[in-house]
Structures are given as structure tokens and as C-alpha cells.
């Protein structure tokens, strides 16, 4: 059933390029416990102890202040078609913001995007897999292209002013360390 090692396999590394969508948990010492849905080409698995994701502008920072606190994260990715298949990946991440020295090496791994606020730069410590018997089947149709649209609107200033607004504090009310 459940397999664990200490770094992400080319098979896994494989896996992990064909999903579509995975999902990011974290949490502070206290507080709420965020688990969000990730989609879009956001992720690259750099070497086995290594990914990096692409932050994208949100209603919520919620990982960001998380990892102030308490510099922990998962990545789960689910096989929704084909063999059923439950990966996670644990390890810490570094936050990388627009400003930062590494910022344009990384982003170059991906692709142009208006709406970008961060770069996880995750070390992963720990890799499991369990079945996923239970997750069902669903079939991908397409990215949703509402956030995108909703960025080419706004512009990059007003993106910044709204990371000002909405993003500066996480649901419990801690600071994410945004920078406009």
C-alpha cells in the first residue's frame, strides 16, 4: 500500500508532470490549517529534493504566513484517471519574492505571468505514496483562464494594490511578508 523514501523518484517526477492539478497544505503553530488547490503549469521538480512553485495572485496568502511562523509544507497530487496513485511531498520551503536576487532565474521556468507574487522554493525531506482507491475518476477538460483574464484587467499596479489589501495578513491575521 503506503511507500516512503527521501526523494522524489523519476517515476514520481514523471507522475508529478502529468497532473493537472496538486494541493498545497500548511500551517502556523496555531491557527488554521490551509489546504488549497493548485492548477495551471505553477510546479517544476527540479532534482529529487528540489521543486519549485509558481505563487499565483490570490484572494488569500495564506502559505506565505505560514512559513513565517512555521516552515513546514506539503504537496499532495491525486491520479484522478489511470492507476489510482496519492503522492505527498513534505519538506520546508523558502519564500521568493519579485525583488529577490534568485527571483529571475526561477521564474524563467515558467511562464510569463501578470498575476505572479511568489516563488516556493521547496526542500522535500520526506515522499509518500498510498493508493488512492477511494479518490474517483474525473476526466480534465481545461484550465480555467478566470485568473488570468482577471490579471490582463487589472495591470500590474493594481495587482500590487490589491496584495496590499488583501494579502498582507493571512485569515488568522498574521503577516505574509507580501512586498508590493
Request: with cysteine; hydrophobic share 35%; charged share 25%.
Amino acid at each position: 500500500m503506503a511507500t516512503q523514501s527521501d526523494s522524489i523518484s523519476d517515476a514520481l517526477k514523471t507522475f508529478i508532470e502529468q497532473q493537472k492539478i496538486f494541493f498545497v497544505g500548511s500551517a502556523d503553530v496555531d491557527g488554521r490549517v490551509n489546504i488549497s488547490p493548485k492548477g495551471a503549469d505553477t510546479l517544476h521538480v527540479l532534482d529529487p529534493n528540489r521543486v519549485v512553485w509558481l505563487n499565483l495572485t490570490g484572494s488569500g496568502n495564506e502559505t506565505a504566513a505560514h512559513l513565517l511562523n512555521k516552515n513546514r509544507i506539503t504537496l499532495m497530487f491525486c491520479s484522478f484517471g489511470g492507476k489510482p496513485m496519492i503522492l505527498r511531498l513534505y519538506g520546508t520551503a523558502r519564500t521568493v519574492h519579485p525583488g529577490d536576487s534568485e527571483w529571475s532565474k526561477l521564474y524563467e521556468l515558467f511562464e510569463e505571468n501578470i498575476g505572479a507574487r511568489l516563488i516556493f522554493d521547496v526542500t522535500v525531506d520526506a515522499v509518500q505514496t498510498s493508493c488512492g482507491y477511494q479518490v474517483p475518476l474525473y476526466q480534465f477538460e481545461d484550465d480555467r483562464e478566470n485568473l488570468q483574464r482577471w490579471n490582463a484587467n487589472k495591470g500590474k499596479a493594481e495587482i500590487k494594490a490589491y496584495w496590499q489589501e488583501f494579502n498582507v495578513k493571512s485569515i488568522d491575521g498574521k503577516p505574509t511578508d507580501i512586498n508590493g
